[in-house]
């Protein structure tokens, strides 16, 4: 019989506040990048409109490839979150420990993918001047790889603990760095080089290494020594590794198909308009990161609560705190949508240097977007509890077949064939947004992912 009171007997407000509580202080951190990101664009249109168009392109491009290890480390938190709703706090810190041994990794891609992106970013025929800013960002950025790894998995261990707020922390902390070093760096201030679209990329690198020092410092202080063993778990665990790489694994491919089709979407379909609708691009979707940059952080919140109530055998929970976070992200991205639709213009031409008719397409890609924003948010609910419940395999299926499919050609026959330019390439996503919704949120509805076992080649309690 549960220890907990019946779920009927519950408030609304009970379940708002797990969520919240948990969710709150990543949504925080989330803001403070989306923030500083916006920033980074805004910063980088005071140098060129190539400039902008190059870092909207790179940047996705080097996040994109990142998910290949990133996605699989992400899943420390699904397994934290059990162990920890489980009571077996001592393997909660082994777990991240293997995150970070798998963090690695980004020293491997980093170096395979320099000399694989010059022929990567020419393949994408962009003007010759935007081709060398985007090689420049993205081949600054590779150093950062194995910092971001590092980062994911503490940050993981620390929201699936219940102690969210040092991530926000984290996020904060390294976000204003980011801001700082961007000023000093794209525009040479201070007795600083002015290295303007490359000190961009170098202020990215920076600020990802100090929040990640900012972590580690908080793993290994006496506090979470004590609790969680988290100087003494480090030895190397092949059978927990393998649990990583088998949920993982689909994980990773997931965020990976994900994200690569919004590269492609960008840099080839919208690219292939020239510099002028990629950069008005660029700027609408750095308002849309204000949109759903919370969700995202709902999505790691729930992740962390579906994992909990998993590991306590509480699946009616588990779906109520899902269906709650849900409601908050669909008000929330509605909202700003509105926002942005109806004053964007205003907006865009406040906080960018740019041209009117740059300005004015990337007010027309945020009125497009105002559509699909409720959509959007019950799926990065969606398959943040999914994540929580283990059922990564199934996503990363659903998402090649839907993505691949569906949006993709959706973009290049609204967007190309049709001559619908940017406008065109975003009604095509709209439609994929939508019927993407319905798919996650029948999967998770249906309960099919009740029988998964994460722990497939240890125990818990050893």
């Known amino acids: 019989m549960s220890k907990y009171p019946p779920l009927h007997e519950e408030t609304p407000w009970t379940g708002a506040r797990e969520v919240m ?3 709150g202080p990543i949504i925080l951190g989330m803001l403070s990048f989306t923030v500083m ?4 664009k805004a910063m980088v249109s005071y140098v060129s409109t190539d400039a902008l168009a190059a870092v909207g392109s790179a940047g996705i491009g080097s996040y994109t490839l990142s998910t290949l290890y990133m996605g699989i480390i992400s899943v420390v938190t699904t397994f934290v979150a059990q162990c920890y709703g489980r009571g077996e ?5 082994r777990y991240c420990w293997q995150g970070m041994y798998l963090s690695l990794l980004g020293i491997l891609f980093a170096l395979v993918l320099w000399p694989l992106s010059e022929p990567l970013f020419a393949a994408m025929r962009h003007s010759p001047e935007v081709t060398r800013l985007e090689l420049s960002y993205f081949r600054t950025r590779l150093a950062g790889y194995v910092f971001i790894g590092v980062g994911t998995a503490m940050a993981g261990f620390f929201q699936a603990i219940n102690r969210s707020r040092i991530p926000m922390y984290a996020a904060i902390f390294g976000n204003a760095l980011n801001l700082i070093f961007n000023y000093l760096l794209i525009f040479g201030k201070f007795g600083f080089p002015r290295m303007e679209v490359t000190g961009a990329a170098l202020a990215t690198v920076i600020s990802t290494f100090f929040q990640a020092a900012f972590l580690s410092v908080l793993f290994f202080s006496r506090r979470f020594d004590s609790e969680y063993q988290t100087r003494g778990s480090w030895p190397f665990d092949w059978n927990r590794i393998r649990e990583i790489f088998r949920i993982g694994l689909p994980a990773a491919m997931t965020m990976f198909f994900d994200v690569a089709n919004w590269w492609i979407f960008v840099s080839f379909i919208v690219g292939y308009f020239g510099a002028v609708q990629l950069a008005a691009n660029a700027i609408a979707l750095g308002f849309m990161h204000v949109c759903f940059m919370p969700a995202v952080g709902l999505n790691h919140g729930v992740a962390a609560i579906v994992g909990q109530w998993l590991g306590r055998g509480e699946v009616a929970r588990a779906k109520a705190r899902t269906y709650t976070a849900m409601r908050i992200a669909i008000g929330y991205m509605m909202a700003m949508g509105g926002i942005f639709a109806l004053f964007g213009d205003k907006i865009i031409l406040l906080v960018f240097k740019t041209e009117a008719d740059v300005a004015g397409l990337g007010h027309k890609i945020l009125i497009l977007s105002a559509f699909f924003q409720a959509f959007d948010a019950v799926n990065i609910i969606s398959t943040g509890a999914l994540r929580g ?17 569906l949006f993709l050609p959706l973009a290049l026959l609204f967007g190309i064939i049709l001559n619908g330019g940017a406008i065109g390439a975003w009604c095509g996503a709209m439609i994929f947004i939508i019927l993407l919704s319905a798919v996650l949120f029948h999967r998770f509805y249906s309960e099919v992912w009740r029988g998964i076992n994460i722990f497939k080649y240890s125990t818990p309690e050893k």
């Open 21 to 23: 509580c948990m969710s």
């Open 37 to 40: 990101e916006f920033f980074d």
């Open 89 to 93: 706090k001592h393997l909660c810190a």
């Open 389 to 405: 419940a283990g059922d990564t395999r199934w996503m990363m299926f659903m998402t090649i077949i839907m993505s691949y499919v």
